[in-house]
């Protein structure tokens, strides 16, 4: 069975990182979407919150499962019998840090290989950072995030829940 890990902050998961994912199940039997914990980046969203959400999101999408990982990416792909790294890009600006670390991740274990997907245009602009300044300030991030990514924004932020 061809087993690929997407690791990420996802703080929120996005719509960018969910067709990602999608995508990736057409090529990978499973897809385990790997929440990284660092005790030094606390985030919006805690890690039992992140994986609440993405556990949601995922309900539908056979294949799909999500874990939390630290320590070094590579140790836990091969911890999980995978080999595959599944990173999603945008723009260039994606392409250097991307390209750092899939050598850096290949220097530490030669045989867990980087796979790139080239975002929908759709998501082209959308971040997890993004999003959260966006809510921050009350922007409507519906049809950016899943549903309820957006509602646990809204509350986060202390606005109203969605009226129409
Ligand atoms: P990290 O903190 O490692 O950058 P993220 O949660 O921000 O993790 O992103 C995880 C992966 O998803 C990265 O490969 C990132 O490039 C990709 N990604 C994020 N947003 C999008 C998007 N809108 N479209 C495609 N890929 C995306």
New binding site residues.
């Given amino acids: 069975m061809k087993i690929a890990v ?6 929120p ?5 969910l ?2 994912l999608r995508r990736g199940l057409d090529i990978f039997e499973r897809v385990i979407v790997a ?2 914990v660092n005790p030094e980046k606390s985030g919006l969203f805690s890690i039992p919150e992140r994986l609440e959400m993405i556990n949601e999101v995922i309900a539908n999408l056979p294949g799909a499962s999500v874990d939390t990982f630290d320590g070094l990416l590579v140790d836990y792909v091969e911890s999980v019998n995978s080999n595959v790294i ?5 723009a260039m600006s ?1 392409f250097e ?2 390209f750092q ?1 899939a050598l850096m991740n290949r220097r530490l274990k030669r045989r867990v290989q980087s796979v ?5 245009y759709k ?7 993004i999003i959260k300044e966006a809510a921050a300030l009350g922007g409507d991030t519906n049809g950016l995030v899943p549903q309820v990514v957006a509602r646990r924004l809204r509350e986060k932020f202390g606005l109203p829940p969605k009226t129409k």
């Fill in positions: 997407y690791p990420g902050s996802f703080d998961i996005t719509n960018g990182h067709s990602i929440v990284a599944l990173r999603g890009l945008r994606d840090y991307e670390m790139f997907l080239m975002t929908d998501w082209f602009y959308v971040s997890s950072t």
